[in-house]
Structures are given as C-alpha cells and as structure tokens.
C-alpha cells in the first residue's frame, strides 16, 4: 500500500499548499510558537507529593500501606491477603528490586514470566504520579505487562522517593532510562471498572477486582 | 456501517416514543453532565488547558506531513510496521490480510470508533475470522446487532433489563428464570465468557486516543482493561487510527490526556491510560511478536483543504453529545452512522456526503452548549451552520424551504412594504391571540404547531420596540 502513503501525503501536502519539502526544524520552532514555552496547565496541590498521590489513589478506589523497608513488602502482602478469599499463591515479577523481599514461609512465592496463572500478581512500578495517583509501570522481561491485568488482586511496589508530581516529570525522568519506551508503558490508577451498564459503576470488569499499594518508604 | 443518516426524521420520531431509550437517557444527564462539571470546576486553569489542546492540535493539523513522517519512522524503529489506508475498502484488506498472514481463527476488539467506521467486523466475518468486542458496551450491543449511540458508551441506550435478556439467549439459550439481574452479576457473566477469548485469540485490534510523533508510540485509554488484554495477549497486535490522531509530543499528549478523561467520563484520569511502542522487544517474555498500525484517511485528508479543517482537532470525547438537547432526546441511533450528536452532524455529512446526511446539519437548536463544553474548542454551531450553507449552495435544501426563504428575501430587501407588512401581520396576530397567549394551530405553520404552541406576538414589531427603547434612552 505504498501508493496509498504517497497519495495520503500528497494530499496533505497539497491540502497544507507545500512548495517544498518541509523542514523538521522549522516545525519544531513552530510548534514552540503555538504552544509556548511553559508546561501545560496542570492540577495543583497543597502539602506533599506523596500525601496527593495517596489521596487520589483512594479516590480511585485503590487502597495503600506503607513499610519502612523492601523486605517488609512480604510480611505487608501476606496481611492483605489474609483478609481475603485470595489463598496464599503469590506471582511475583522478576524485577530485581523484588528479590530484597522477605517472604513469609506460608506464601509460595513464583517467579512470573506472564500473568496468565496468577490470581494474585506483585509488580514493581517505576514511579508514581501524584497529580492523578497513578502508578506507572514498564513492561519488560523484569515486569510482564499481562501481570498487571490478568490476577483478580494487583499487588504494586513503589519506593516513595518514586513520587512525582506531574506527567512532564514522568517524561523527564523516563527520558534518560535505557530502553524508553518500553513496548507498553502502563498508567494505572485504581482498579479495573465498567459503568457500561445503566451507568453504574462496577469493579472488577476484565482486569484486577482490586489494587493495593506498598509504599517502601526511602 | 452503511449510513442510514437520511432516515434521521423518523427515526428521531421513533425515538421520542420509545419508553426504554428514554429511560436509558436519562442516565446521560445524570451521568456525564455531572461528574464533567465537578472534575472540570476543581482543575485550576480548564479554560487554559482547551487553549492549549486547541493550539497543540492546530499545529499539528498545519504540519501532518511532518508528523505523520516522523511516526512512521519511530514505529519502524521499534520494529513495527506502518499500513496507509486512503478509504474503507483498502483498510478491510490491510487488516483481513494481516489476520490471513496470522491464520487468525479468533480476532478480539478493543473499541475503536475508526473501525466502526471502516465496517472491520462485517469484513473479519466475512473473511471467516470469529470477532470478539470486548468493551463490555461493545459487547453488548454485538449480541444485539446493534451499532453504538455513543462514541464512549456505546450501549448508553440499553437498560438492564434488555441486557439481561440479551445474556440469558446468549448465554443461557434462554433457560434463566431470574429474568432482572443485578449489575455485578452480569458484569461478572461477560468477564468470564470474554477472559477465555482473550486467552485464546491470535489477533488483537485497538483504536488508539492518540499517536506521538515522537516515540511512535499510541495511547489506549480505557476504564475495563479490556484495551489492555487486547494487545499484550495474541500474538499480533493491529491498531488502527485515523491520521488527524497525531500529536508531536509526550508533553502534548499528556495536555490531551488531562482533557480527555475529564471531558469524557469526568474522570481525573481512566483506570487505565497505555503507550504503546512496537511489538514485543528480544528480552520480553509477553507481548505481542508483532505490531502494525493502520493510519486511516477516509475523507479527512478533504477536511483538511478547507473550513472543516477544524474538526480534526476532535479528540472523540463525547461531552458535546452529553450535553447536547437534541442528542440528549433521541439517542445515537436516529443520527444513522457511526458518530452521533453534534460531532456526528459535522463528520457524517463530510465523510458519507452532504446529499444523503441533509437532516443532520440541520438537528441543531445552535445553543452552542456542545462548544462550550469541548476541549478542543471546536466551533461546533459554526460548522453546522457552514454545512447548512453548503447544502444550499448544492440546492440539497428542500425546495418548500428554498422558495420560503426566496418570499422572505424579497420583501426583506424592500424595507418599507416589509416593515407594514409586519406591522399589519403582527398587530392582527397580537389581537387575535390576546386571549390565550398563544396559537395552537396556524395556517401554513402546521410543522411548529404539531410539535408546541405559538406564542402570540405583542402587537408591536422587534423595529418598533427597539426605536421607541432608542428613543427612551436619549
């Protein structure tokens, strides 16, 4: 469908009355014109970051706890699932930051390559976004992207000193990491929902019936 | 799907007397309106944030080309591949042709608006490939045979009551006995049933809610997750996205993101919002193997030339059907093509043609509610009204309007018999419905009074009320 792109284009070209070819670095400039110099208008917030960041994320129907070390993250895990009909078989990612964890022996702990066998999924995420109380992950051989969506409850890991306030922050940052952009780059912010029908709202649709939080405080 | 936008009167009439979709309206009202308003009315600077959406997307428009080179060179370097499609026939063969390659038995669907207007699933079917809508919306209105009436609720007009019916002769061969089921259950019922597809697939298409031109990357916007499972699960993952979709920047799409969700479900932000770069890399252990993306034209490279060129900012949020007196009445349906409400009356007549879509620009009270409320300040009125005077000039107005309009013209061009004129016609109407205040029938008028009453004018004309308040206040 080759021809199909240079009629597409030529189109455009004719359409936009281009003479020449255009020039990469003039549309740069000119987006710089339109647009401005300074970020987007954006939600702002009193207090901090990681109080922001909590908030929101209940509002989205996620729930959090926070522990002083990683090797806590096992014992904080094992107390979440207690208290639900979720049993004690744990699909962790592979991500090395996991492997700090200490896991209570009446967990069986696997090593997950996908989520396709895990009702309970523990994932790492590289930040958190205040602004929305998103968590945002990468998929990878260190965090499966099918992790994320296919256990009914959605463990996530998250060092507070990986709280951002804004979007432009997670860009900033991801910017400079090896292997940016990932294949999927996921915001996630509460748990999977439908009000497809009658409007009500209803969680659990096809991803996680729930989202909890282990804030690993540094 | 064929448009049947030419039937838009009666099926407007049907509409209006049909008790369920009217219940289910309701739902809109209480519903989007609401949790729009309370989102927007805490963001700091909203009126900002559409200055900027409208500005992003206006330069991008001026500079497609560019961007749309630059997109197709990222997706090729993170090793995905790049489909043109001019019209709804070459997009069908692109993606029937890639399900082909894959020898696809089961193909499931994230929601994509572009592929409803392509018809993608009558052309799987037809190649033989079992198409699976997984938007539980989506869903629904598939069992139904049924196309949406809302670009993001697309079974807005169900009640629970019809879906209820719909999974018991789907699901159940009709064997249920509990015939009104509660939400969770049958919510729960659709997870089950789509989780095995979704398991089972080869093929996952998606639409997309924007590409950046500088990662090549798209992003999926979803509450469900279902866009999600589409493509991190089959072996290829297909998106398709009309070319007007771009935006130059990571920093861009996020200015969108935070207009979208709001303006969309009055959310700060949806469960969950994807980037999507090529397929899966050497190391991944999931993902797709590979990735393509369709970039669709189908009449928007038209809209680009001229007038219309500002419709391409739409970011397919649906506040101004939300908010729309028209849209709010008779549901999606009667506008008879894939896009509804005010943006509908705008696309359908550019895309399927101004002879066969004459009612639509013309379903407009010009409140101009649905321009207030886009996030990408789209003239909305202004265009209808543009369309209006384009049917015109291609004489597709009713002749019984035309020569109305020619009658008035002629007098209006003579000042003084049209000012007697007016004042004879308005004294004698002012006396003659004193008494009630209003007509309830009126020669020549039969179409105003068959739906509402006429007010009864007050005997003097607009002129001379505003000479006589002229000469008051000097």
């Known amino acids: 469908m080759s021809d199909a792109r240079e009629r597409i284009l030529g189109r455009i070209r004719t359409a936009l009355g281009r003479e020449g070819p255009p020039d990469a670095e003039a549309t740069r400039s000119a987006r710089q014109a339109a647009v401005g110099d300074g970020p987007s208008q954006r939600p702002e917030w009193q207090g901090d970051d990681l109080a922001r960041f909590q908030q929101c994320l209940e509002a989205a129907a996620g729930t959090w706890v926070a522990v002083p070390?990683?090797?806590?993250?096992?014992?904080?895990?094992?107390?979440?699932?207690?208290?639900?009909?979720?049993?004690?078989?744990?699909?962790?990612?592979?991500?090395?930051?996991l492997d700090a964890v200490d896991w209570p022996d009446h967990l069986t702990v696997?090593?997950?390559?996908?989520?396709?066998?895990?009702?309970?999924?523990?994932?790492?995420?590289?930040?958190?976004?205040?602004?929305?109380?998103?968590?945002?992950?990468?998929?990878?051989?260190?965090?499966?992207?099918?992790?994320?969506?296919?256990?009914?409850?959605?463990?996530?890991?998250?060092?507070?000193?990986?709280?951002?306030?804004?979007?432009?922050?997670?860009?900033?940052?991801?910017?400079?990491?090896?292997?940016?952009?990932?294949?999927s780059f996921n915001f996630i912010t509460g748990p999977s929902r439908t009000a497809d029908v009658e409007q009500t709202l209803q969680l659990g649709a096809h991803g996680p019936r729930s989202l909890h939080v282990v804030l690993v405080e540094t | 799907m064929e448009s049947r936008a030419q039937y838009f009167k009666p099926a407007a009439r049907e509409a209006l007397h049909n008790p369920d979709l009217q219940q289910a309206l309701a739902n809109v009202q209480a519903g989007f309106v609401g949790k729009r308003k309370f989102v927007v009315d805490r963001f700091p600077d909203f009126e900002g944030l559409r200055e900027r959406g409208r500005?992003?997307?206006?330069?991008?428009?001026?500079?497609?080309?560019?961007?749309?080179?630059?997109?197709?060179?990222?997706v090729h370097a993170a090793g995905g591949h790049v489909h043109w499609a001019g019209t709804q026939d070459e997009a069908q063969k692109?993606?029937?042709?890639?399900?082909?390659?894959?020898?696809a038995r089961i193909v499931t669907k994230g929601k994509t608006m572009a592929g409803e207007e392509v018809e993608l699933n009558e052309a799987l079917e037809a190649a033989g490939v079992e198409t699976v809508e997984t938007d539980l919306g989506e869903y629904i209105i598939q069992l139904a045979h049924e196309p949406p009436s809302h670009i993001i609720a697309p079974a807005i007009h169900k009640t629970r009551q019809q879906i209820s019916d719909l999974f018991n002769e789907h699901h159940h061969r009709g064997t249920l006995k509990d015939k009104l089921r509660e939400v969770p259950e049958l919510v729960d019922e659709a997870r089950g049933?789509?989780?095995?597809?979704?398991?089972?697939?080869?093929?996952?298409?998606?639409?997309?809610?924007?590409?950046?031109?500088?990662?090549?990357?798209?992003?999926?916007?979803?509450?469900?997750?279902n866009g999600d499972l589409t493509h991190s699960l089959p072996r290829v993952h297909v998106a398709i996205a009309g070319i007007e979709k771009l935006v130059p920047t990571l920093e861009d799409a996020a200015t969108q993101l935070r207009l979208l969700a709001r303006s969309a479900t009055g959310q700060d932000m949806t469960a969950y919002t994807t980037m999507v770069t090529g397929p899966r890399r050497a190391p991944d252990t999931d993902g797709p193997e590979e990735f393509h993306i369709v970039l669709l034209?189908?009449?928007?490279?038209?809209?680009?030339?001229?007038?219309?060129?500002?419709?391409?900012?739409?970011?397919?949020?649906?506040?101004?059907?939300?908010?729309?007196?028209?849209?709010?009445?008779?549901?999606?349906?009667?506008?008879?093509?894939?896009?509804?409400?005010?943006?509908?009356?705008?696309?359908?007549?550019?895309?399927?043609?101004?002879?066969?879509?004459?009612?639509?620009?013309?379903?407009?009270?010009?409140?101009?509610?649905?321009?207030?409320?886009?996030?990408?300040?789209i003239p909305l009125p202004d265009l209808l009204r543009d369309l209006r005077e384009e049917q015109y000039q291609h004489n597709l107005t009713p002749r019984t309007t035309r020569w109305g309009?020619?009658?008035?013209?002629?007098?209006?061009?003579?000042?003084?018999?049209?000012?007697?004129?007016?004042?004879?016609?308005?004294?004698?109407?002012?006396?003659?419905?004193?008494?009630?205040?209003?007509?309830?029938?009126?020669?020549?008028?039969?179409?105003?009074?068959?739906?509402?009453?006429?007010?009864?004018?007050?005997?003097?004309?607009?002129?001379?009320?505003?000479?006589?308040?002229?000469?008051?206040?000097?």
């Not at chain 1, 904080?76 to 009909?85: C, I, K, N, S, T």
């Not at chain 2, 006429?454 to 308040?469: I, Y």
């Open chain 1, 69 to 97: 070390s990683m090797a806590e993250v096992g014992r904080a895990v094992a107390d979440y699932l207690a208290e639900r009909p979720a049993g004690t078989a744990v699909h962790r990612a592979p991500d090395p930051a």
């Open chain 2, 55 to 74: 500005r992003i997307k206006d330069h991008t428009l001026a500079n497609l080309d560019v961007y749309l080179e630059q997109f197709e060179a990222q």
């Open chain 2, 297 to 377: 034209d189908n009449g928007r490279t038209r809209m680009l030339e001229g007038r219309f060129r500002e419709m391409l900012r739409c970011i397919r949020c649906g506040a101004c059907m939300n908010h729309c007196p028209v849209y709010s009445a008779i549901g999606g349906h009667a506008y008879g093509w894939v896009y509804p409400g005010p943006m509908g009356s705008v696309l359908t007549p550019l895309i399927v043609g101004l002879d066969r879509t004459r009612d639509l620009p013309n379903a407009c009270t010009l409140n101009g509610r649905c321009q207030s409320v886009c996030p990408v300040k």
């Open chain 2, 193 to 225: 049933i789509l989780r095995q597809k979704f398991l089972s697939a080869d093929v996952g298409i998606t639409g997309a809610n924007c590409l950046v031109a500088e990662t090549g990357s798209l992003f999926l916007v979803t509450n469900e997750g």
């Open chain 1, 110 to 183: 696997e090593t997950a390559r996908d989520g396709r066998a895990a009702l309970v999924g523990v994932s790492r995420a590289l930040a958190g976004m205040a602004e929305t109380g998103s968590l945002a992950l990468a998929s990878g051989p260190d965090n499966p992207a099918t992790l994320a969506f296919l256990p009914d409850y959605h463990i996530i890991v998250l060092r507070t000193a990986d709280v951002v306030p804004w979007f432009e922050d997670i860009w900033a940052r991801m910017r400079q990491t090896d292997g940016f952009p990932p294949r």
């Open chain 2, 94 to 103: 692109i993606v029937t042709d890639i399900c082909r390659q894959a020898d």
């Open chain 2, 405 to 474: 309009l020619a009658v008035w013209a002629w007098f209006a061009r003579r000042p003084r018999l049209y000012n007697a004129l007016a004042r004879a016609g308005i004294g004698a109407m002012g006396r003659i419905g004193r008494r009630k205040g209003r007509f309830r029938h009126l020669p020549l008028a039969g179409g105003w009074t068959a739906g509402r009453d006429f007010p009864a004018p007050q005997r003097t004309t607009f002129q001379a009320a505003w000479r006589q308040q002229r000469g008051a206040n000097r």
